[in-house]
């Protein structure tokens, strides 16, 4: 199994442009999560599936941050428009029926 | 949700066992309490979680007291490979809940592992 994919490892924008970051769970799990990790915040839970419907976003920042779960198989994470403060690595993991939970290696994000 | 409380740092001798502790007084009966790491550079790694019993597997044991609120993750040999950011976490799985599912990170513990 290749584990959880995230595109891109690394991610370099200017402020105001949109940036999309894009996660492949593992195939069969029905949960998805995507979290956040500062030095100052730590690792910070913003939203999370099952099976493709959201349960809890509340820890999405603000209305710049979205996500979708198309299908079981792919998930985004959308910026828009990003900030200096949205800096930070983005991880992505998935699980199946409340098992361990499997990440992926993170995508970081730096907004100039 | 219910909060857990660990050590900012420990430090220990490699091939010495380690206990990491962790509080979690308001504990409910239906949460699960899971241990993760992360090693430098890369995202967090489950290690283990239980319930009410203590858990072994590979990589740890976990004792959890009678009461449950509190739990110790124990490397039985560290090695320097062991050295990472120690997440304590309770995990809601009362389907009922608004919070089913949800793991949600603290600050952890840094454990340092020295030769």
């Known amino acids: 199994d290749a584990g959880v994919i995230q595109s891109p490892r690394h991610e370099v924008t200017e402020m105001g442009q949109e940036v999309t970051l894009r996660c492949k769970p593992i195939?069969?799990?029905?949960?998805l999560f995507w979290y956040r990790q500062t030095m100052m915040r730590g690792l910070e839970l913003l939203i999370y599936?099952?099976?493709?419907?959201?349960?809890?976003d509340s820890g999405m920042p603000e209305d710049r941050f979205s996500a979708k779960m198309p299908n079981a198989s792919f998930s985004t994470l959308k910026i828009q428009p990003s900030e200096p403060r949205d800096s930070a690595v983005y991880f992505c993991?998935?699980?199946?029926?409340?098992?361990?939970?499997?990440f992926g290696n993170g995508t970081r994000l730096t907004v100039t | 949700d219910a909060k857990t409380t660990q050590p900012n740092s420990m430090e220990s001798n490699e091939e010495e066992p380690v206990h990491l502790p962790c509080n979690h007084s308001?504990?409910?009966?239906?949460?699960?309490i899971h241990w993760y790491r992360q090693l430098p550079s890369q995202g967090p790694e489950y290690v283990i979680h239980?319930?009410?019993s203590n858990v072994n597997n590979r990589m740890a044991s976990l004792a959890i007291a009678e009461d449950r609120k509190s739990s110790t993750l124990i490397l039985h040999r560290a090695t320097l490979r062991d050295a990472a950011v120690y997440y304590c976490?309770?995990?809601?799985?009362?389907?009922?809940?608004?919070?089913?599912?949800?793991?949600?990170f603290g600050q952890g513990t840094i454990l340092t592992v020295h030769p």
């Open positions: 195939s069969g799990h029905d949960y």
């Open positions: 993991a998935s699980t199946h029926s409340l098992g361990a939970l499997h």
């Open positions: 976490i309770l995990r809601p799985e009362d389907a009922g809940g608004t919070s089913y599912g949800k793991l949600t």
């Open positions: 239980g319930l009410t």
């Open positions: 308001t504990i409910s009966g239906t949460d699960y």
């Open positions: 599936f099952n099976n493709n419907v959201p349960i809890d």
